[in-house]
């Protein structure tokens, strides 16, 4: 058993995009589901240029994105693997990538300008976030969570191994 099976699934109908990135790496690899994520700043400067939010590249710019595209290509090989993208889970993966890049677009573009602070941002994030939430969970409901020992050892060891170590 997975451990993001019995830790809790998101609410049936949510439309944000961790909600499509979270479904969609439920079912595709998670490899598959990383190196699709890991295009993100990709998109982010192809949809910044296609916007006019950027207005030029330069050459180091258009370099780097040929050789992430490139190298994501490399990693990802899908010519061994082309299936795992284009299932509906690999396509939920691209279109989550993709739409963190246009939410990064429009945070630069409509609310980072604003001279608030990154403290100030992330605490709006996270209270529209809240309520987003609480909106679906009142009309979808939540079912409860079911806890077994491998689901909550793997939860400690991410969080003391992820973020409790030193990186140093």
């Not at 258009?62 to 889970?89: H, K, N, Q, R």
């Not at 409509?110 to 679906?136: D, E, F, H, K």
Request: aromatic share 6%; with cysteine; net charge positive.
């Amino acid at each position: 058993m997975v451990a993001s099976e019995s830790i809790g699934k998101p609410p049936k109908g949510g439309s944000d995009e961790h909600i499509v990135g979270f479904v969609a790496e439920q079912t595709v690899s998670s490899s598959a589901a990383g190196i699709i994520n890991a295009t993100t700043p990709l998109w982010t400067v192809l949809l910044a240029l296609a916007v006019r939010h950027q207005k030029s590249v330069t050459s180091w710019q258009a370099a780097g994105l040929i050789v992430g595209f490139g190298g994501a290509l490399l990693i990802f090989s899908p010519w061994g693997s082309a299936s795992a993208v284009t299932s509906a889970g690999g396509l939920e993966c691209l279109a989550a990538s993709v739409s963190y890049a246009i939410s990064y677009i429009y945070m630069d573009r409509y609310v980072v300008r604003r001279g608030l602070s990154p403290i100030t941002l992330s605490a709006c994030q996270l209270l529209a976030a809240a309520v987003m939430l609480a909106v679906a969970l009142a009309i979808v409901g939540v079912r409860a969570p079911h806890f077994t020992a491998v689901s909550v050892a793997a939860v400690a060891i991410l969080g003391i191994v992820g973020t409790a170590s030193p990186t140093s």
